[in-house]
Nanobody, 123 residues
Framework: QLQLVESGGGLVQSGGSLRLSCVNS????????IVWFHEAPGKGREGIAC????????NYADSVKGRFAISRDNAKNTGYLQMNSLKPEDTGVYYC????????????????WGKGTLVTVSS
């Protein structure tokens, strides 16, 4: 079974930056779109960034557009989420997910999930 492991979360001041990583050590990620989700305290899980298998298509939620950048390195089986200009409302758990042959046109129907990494943005 595909296992995804997120890392890179932590405490950062408002306006700061973090880079999250999503690694799979068992199978090749290159058949999956990589999708990042954000779950704010007390709220549902929201899709925020997606990148297709070969990186030719990316999609972002309006809440992060222009501040976050998704990328991937298939040789390392790793996806990344660079988060800049962080705001207190970005606080929450960030999950990565794998979408088999995904085209980044929907936030639904993920095939595998990681357990998440916590990001806290202080004001």
């Amino acid at each position: 079974q595909l296992q995804l492991v997120e890392s890179g979360g932590g405490l950062v001041q408002s306006g700061g930056s973090l880079r999250l990583s999503c690694v799979n050590s068992q199978f090749n990620l290159d058949v999956y779109a990589i999708v990042w989700f954000h779950e704010a305290p007390g709220k549902g899980r929201e899709g925020i960034a997606c990148i297709t298998r070969d990186g030719d298509v990316t999609n972002y939620a309006d809440s992060v557009k222009g501040r976050f950048a998704i990328s991937r390195d298939n040789a390392k089986n790793t996806g990344y989420l660079q988060m800049n200009s962080l705001k207190p409302e970005d606080t929450g758990v960030y999950y990565c997910a794998g979408d088999l042959f995904g085209d980044c046109q929907s936030w639904d129907g993920m095939d595998y999930w990681g357990k998440g990494t916590l990001v806290t943005v202080s004001s």
